[in-house]
């Protein structure tokens, strides 16, 4: 089993980002999935999540209003749409799926698969 982030990059603040996260190795259109961050000398932070079906989602403080969770239980894949970036929303971005629950939940160790991470750097 394997998650595969992609869509990070270098961009200015304000500008925007779509991070993907394709599953191959089993579906996880059961499953509840999330995206989480982590900051260099900060822990890992949950940023969304989003239920099985797509219908419910959560999403930080800190990046409500401006970032969009999504899936496509057909490609077997989540989305990250980040807009009005922040150079405090520089991270790496982590994908993470549960197995066995379907809603949404904030706690990562609910979580059993993770992607490799993709590097997020916002300039000012």
């Known amino acids: 089993v394997q998650l595969q982030a992609s869509g990070g990059g270098l961009v200015q603040a304000g500008g925007s980002l779509r991070l993907s996260c394709a599953a191959s190795?089993?579906?996880?259109?059961?499953?509840?999935m999330g995206w989480f961050r982590q900051a260099p000398g900060k822990e890992r932070e949950i940023v969304a999540a989003?239920?099985?079906?797509?219908?419910?989602?959560y999403y930080a403080d800190s990046v409500k209003g401006r970032f969009t969770i999504s899936r496509d239980n057909a490609k077997n894949t989540v989305y990250l749409q980040m807009n009005s970036l922040k150079p405090e929303d520089t991270a790496v971005y982590y994908c993470?799926?549960?197995?066995?629950?379907?809603?949404?939940?904030?706690?990562?160790?609910?979580?059993?698969?993770w992607g490799q991470g993709t590097q997020v750097t916002v300039s000012s």
């Open positions: 993470a799926a549960t197995t066995g629950s379907s809603y949404i939940t904030v706690d990562p160790s609910r979580y059993d698969y």
């Open positions: 190795g089993r579906t996880f259109s059961s499953d509840a």
């Open positions: 989003v239920s099985w079906n797509g219908r419910t989602t």
